[in-house]
């Protein structure tokens, strides 16, 4: 069982940038494929960034983030990371993190951070 716990959400203003973190436990870090996805109130929960397991770490990006949003991994610190730099209003929404075990396909998500973006 994998444990996740997000950090780094908050409110900042247009053009600004947060940094989110996520920490995951009870597992072989290395191995999973982790993700960030984001929801807002009445939508689906919707892709933001992946990146692959092991060393290379091949990322992909949703269309609406490319460009402005970065998620890179630190298998010693058993963490994942999202850096957003450039935000928009419609940034805003509840950041999720997801782990996803190739071998046997279970995945685990945290519990969410807010993100809002306003001036």
């Known amino acids: 069982q994998v444990q996740l716990v997000e950090s780094g959400g908050g409110l900042v203003a247009p053009g600004g940038s947060l940094r989110l973190s996520c920490a995951a436990s009870?597992?072989?870090?290395?191995?999973?494929?982790m993700g960030w996805y984001r929801q807002t109130p009445g939508k689906q929960r919707e892709f933001v960034a992946v990146i692959t397991s092991g060393g290379g770490g091949t990322t992909n990006y949703a269309v609406s983030v490319k460009g402005r949003f970065t998620i890179s991994r630190d298998n010693a610190k058993n963490t994942v990371y999202l850096q957003m730099n450039s935000l928009k209003p419609e940034d805003t929404a509840v950041y999720y993190c997801q782990a996803f075990n190739p071998r046997n396909r279970n995945d685990y998500w945290g519990q969410g951070t807010q993100v809002t973006v306003s001036s």
């Open positions: 009870g597992g072989i870090f290395s191995i999973y494929v």
